[in-house]
């Protein structure tokens, strides 16, 4: 997590609390070391975040400090609660458990009226979910597609046969059957869909297209119906 998200996770942390909240507790939530709350803890006093509190005692923050206000209508609020359900068909475990928290920390700065939205349980997403993605981290695949990192593959087509890929992934599409990255294959020296399910192997090269993913994802959207019309479309 950089540490600019960091930041703003452990204000969401104390505004959300109704105790003191150690810097043990904010880093097992944050998955950091208790050192780098502490770093973090310091610079965001720094910036007059108004935080009390020390090590061993835990730390609130101040009444009266606050974030920009989320306002929403009552059919926005509903077009969140229906997202943020469709999310637990992806088979994407790290997007499942981001959308939990996302549901908190709404639920944690709308007024009660627009709470009740969020509690009353009556909008589903219905049908069976996608199966995870197996051997891939579909996390690490999102990462790639921010940051225009390549990504080897070990794949295998729907014919079996195996190949090595070297890819530049631009979108990452979700279906029921599974997930499909979309990516400049330098093999093809073309736009391929590669479905999650038939990859065997995935990882970061360490070389990166910066600045070439707009560029790649205009190509992908003038090519739509020929590159992404179906998840059975595969590497080839």
């Known amino acids: 997590m950089r540490k600019a998200s960091r ?32 770093r973090d803890i310091a610079a965001l006093q720094a910036m007059r975040v108004p935080i009390e509190g020390g090590r061993g005692i835990g730390y609130i923050l101040r009444p009266g400090f606050d974030l920009p206000p989320l306002m929403f209508s009552i059919e926005e609020m509903e077009a969140i609660v229906l997202s943020l359900a469709l999310l637990e068909r992806t088979g994407d475990d790290e997007l499942k458990q981001a959308a939990k928290r996302v549901s908190a920390k709404i639920a ?30 579909l996390s690490l695949v999102r990462r790639a597609i921010r940051d225009e990192e ?50 065997e192997d ?14 790649l994802r205009q190509v992908w959207v003038n090519g739509w119906e020929v590159n992404a019309a179906s998840p059975a479309a595969g590497g080839s």
Not at 10 to 35: F, H, N, S
Not at 110 to 135: E, I, K, S
Not at 161 to 170: G, Q
Request: with cysteine; charged share 25%; hydrophobic share 45%.
């Open 7 to 38: 930041l703003f996770e452990i204000i969401q942390i104390l505004r959300l609390a109704r105790q003191p909240v150690t810097a043990a507790m904010i880093a097992g939530q944050l998955e950091v070391t208790i050192r780098s709350i502490y």
């Open 108 to 137: 944690g700065a709308v007024p009660p009226p627009l709470r009740q939205t969020l509690d009353a349980n009556a909008l589903h997403a219905w049908g069976f979910a996608a199966p995870a993605a197996g051997t891939i981290d």
């Open 202 to 215: 995935c990882q970061p090269s360490g070389l990166r297209f910066k600045g070439e993913g707009d560029r």
């Open 150 to 199: 390549k990504l080897d593959l070990s794949y295998r087509d729907e014919a079996g046969r195996a190949s090595e890929r070297l890819i530049r992934p631009i979108a990452l599409i979700y279906y029921a059957e599974a997930a499909n990255i979309v990516a400049w294959c330098e093999l093809r020296q073309a736009i391929r869909n590669f479905r999650s399910d038939r990859i």
